[in-house]
């Protein structure tokens, strides 16, 4: 055993927020190097903090019950992007309104005697683990995003599978394009940053990248596309980050102003489809790739980085460094402050080397 300057005996995992790649990595990577480094006993928390304020039955987690879990997608914990302790929503009098349950999460844990917690999410769910974090809480953030949003760390667990996904959905998208002289618009996640979009569109050879940080125009867009048409490309792919918006314009949201739930992007794929098939006047087909790259067994790169991060969080207890978030600053794993970690997004460099690289080779940015 190594020895822990800590005060710790039994820990808890929470995994919050969208699902990604990779969780059940870390959630292993926690287990295993907290028993076999300092003799911890390691639990399970359901549903992420909504399983805390509820009083969801805790499930130890042991070598033997996590066997297998490396290349699952998904979490065996459950996770939801529901359920801020610090602004839940309950049913009084017929009515819903938002109370703070922080202090009942608070007092469970000490029931529970659970010493410290291991917290997996985004920037929303880290958004409350420093708040817990405030409350003398003592934990330990893992970066968890598919959307690779999170400015402290090089890259999040989860990303290069979600790329990988795209990039494979744009191989094929391409040949049924080809085959019928189609656009083919491919909408994909991100929310506010077009790492997925940018990264995917250039391994999947696309026509046109429209991301949130460069505001496109349309007339731009199709300009790209009849150029195309007129030298013998009688068909082109483009790809649309959710969060994506003309100039001058707005992002499309399915839900917006919804109590206790985060907004959510998705619609711009077809706006822009439309938009491209009345000024061009050719055949034009959307596909939103939507949760499918959230899915699936995690990659090789996703399986490590997650395997790493669980490791230096187990560590990060045991050296007593609480509040802070481990990050990926290659090639090591370091820590920082979880208020640090989530003050700024991290988004796409309009005037960086990928963007140029991307325009460089001939793709359409809309601008």
């Known amino acids: 055993m190594v020895k822990c300057v800590s005060d710790i005996k039994k820990i808890a995992i929470l995994t919050g927020g969208g699902d ?9 990577g926690v287990v295993k190097a907290g028993i076999r480094k300092y003799n911890w006993r390691v639990y399970g928390v359901p549903d992420g903090f909504e399983g805390l304020v509820i009083g969801s039955e ?30 839940y929503v309950v049913i009084e009098n017929g009515k819903e309104i938002v109370k703070d349950m922080s202090d009942k999460v608070v007092e469970y844990l000490n029931i529970l005697e659970i010493d410290a917690l291991v917290v997996i999410g985004g920037d929303g769910t880290l958004g409350i683990a420093n708040k817990f974090s405030e409350k003398g809480v003592k934990l330990v953030g893992v970066p968890k995003t598919i959307d690779n949003d999170l400015k402290a760390t090089d890259y999040t667990f989860g990303f290069n599978t979600a790329i990988t996904t795209a990039t494979e959905a744009l191989d094929k998208l391409h040949t049924t394009a080809q085959s019928h002289h189609r656009v083919i618009v491919i909408e994909v996640m991100g929310r506010y940053a077009g790492w997925i979009a940018l990264e995917s569109g250039i391994a999947g050879g696309a026509d046109v990248i429209l991301i949130p940080e460069i505001p496109f125009d349309i007339n ?9 048409n007129k030298l013998g490309s009688k068909f082109s792919i483009v790809v649309v ?15 917006k102003n919804v109590k206790g739930k985060a907004p959510r992007l998705g619609g711009i794929g077809y706006v822009v489809g439309e938009q491209i098939q009345k000024i061009t006047g050719m055949d034009v087909r959307v596909t939103v790739l939507g949760h499918l790259q959230r899915g699936g067994s995690p990659t090789a790169y996703d399986r490590i980085l997650a395997t790493r991060f669980g490791v230096a969080a187990v560590d990060a207890l045991a050296q007593g460094k609480f509040g802070h978030m481990v990050c990926l600053r290659t090639p090591k794993i370091e ?33």
Not at 58 to 66: C, G, M, S
């Open 58 to 87: 805790l499930q130890e987690l042991t070598e033997y019950n996590i066997r297998g879990i490396l290349p699952l997608g998904g979490t065996i914990l459950g996770t939801t992007n529901k359920g801020n302790p610090f602004e």
């Open 241 to 255: 980050a959710e969060g994506a918006k003309p100039i001058g314009g707005e992002m499309v949201f399915q839900e």
């Open 20 to 28: 990604a790649p990779g969780l059940n990595a870390v959630i292993r």
């Open 220 to 228: 731009k867009v199709c300009s790209k596309i009849i150029r195309r």
């Open 335 to 367: 820590v920082v402050p979880i208020k640090e970690a989530v003050k700024d997004l991290k988004k796409v460099d309009p005037n960086g080397q990928l963007v140029k690289a991307a325009e460089a080779i001939g793709i359409s940015l809309g601008r």
